[in-house]
T-cell receptor, first 116, second 115 residues
Framework: AQTVTQSQPEMSVQEAETVTLSCTYD???????LFWYKQPPSRQMILVIR??????QNATENRFSVNFQKAAKSFSLKISDSQLGDAAMYFC?????????????FGKGTKLSVKP | EAGVAQSPRYKIIEKRQSVAFWCNPI?????LYWYQQILGQGPKLLIQFQNNGVVDDSQLPKDRFSAERLKGVDSTLKIQPAKLEDSAVYLC?????????????FGNGTRLTVT
């Protein structure tokens, strides 16, 4: 069975600085998808970034980028120029290739605080 | 476009009582999902629908949980009878299609407290 581990329950960053959130996963499959979701206090899960395992190039979305290390089964999220609105819970998630959109396995999350 | 609507926002009940949650997905979205998010954990998929049919309910505790999507639009999730360990946020999400790369849209969830 696939598992997703986030080893940092809480992280803190100064506004305008850079922070990296860690995620490791375990799977025996070669094709899959990885995601980072943001959950603010409103509780709505918002997709931040996604990565296809067959792509070697790391995904980027504006201030958000990932470091995908397939052999190490590591998928970290880097947030550059942190803003107050980035404060939230961040969840790493795995989905097997060919699975339905919502069949995600989530980690336990990392709470990110942004200091002004 | 309007987002995924869920109600109620909060619910407090005593153990052994019953409770129901409602979800209205984005218009035209064929696929609907219910998740349970216990405090301190990520969401766990309970059930997924394609139109009004169940695609996967393997993680739904069927002795007490039930869900339906009769007309292929809105959906209800019911717990009867509730236990203390059912205290959680129940999230609903929808997507345009089951497969491919259509984005997943989440609602704001219902926070259930069982006392």
């Amino acid at each position: 069975a696939q598992t997703v581990t986030q080893s940092q329950p809480e992280m803190s960053v100064q506004e305008a600085e850079t922070v990296t959130l860690s995620c490791t996963y375990d799977t025996s499959e070669s094709d899959y998808y990885l995601f980072w979701y943001k959950q603010p206090p409103s509780r709505q899960m918002i997709l931040v970034i996604r990565q296809e395992a067959y792509k070697q190039q790391n995904a980027t979305e504006n201030r958000f980028s990932v470091n995908f290390q397939k052999a190490a089964k590591s998928f970290s999220l880097k947030i550059s120029d942190s803003q107050l609105g980035d404060a939230a819970m961040y969840f790493c998630a795995y989905r097997r290739y060919g699975g339905s959109q919502g069949n995600l396995i989530f980690g336990k999350g990392t709470k990110l605080s942004v200091k002004p | 476009e309007a987002g995924v609507a869920q109600s109620p926002r909060y619910k407090i009940i005593e153990k052994r009582q019953s409770v129901a949650f409602w979800c209205n997905p984005i218009s035209g979205h064929a696929t609907l999902y219910w998740y349970q998010q216990i405090l301190g954990q990520g969401p766990k998929l309970l059930i997924q629908f394609q139109n009004n049919g169940v695609v996967d309910d393997s993680q739904l505790p069927k002795d007490r949980f039930s869900a339906e999507r009769l007309k292929g639009v809105d959906s209800t999730l019911k717990i009867q009878p509730a236990k203390l360990e059912d205290s959680a946020v129940y999230l609903c999400a929808s997507s345009l299609v089951l497969l491919a790369n259509s984005p997943l849209h989440f609602g704001n969830g219902t926070r259930l407290t069982v006392t």
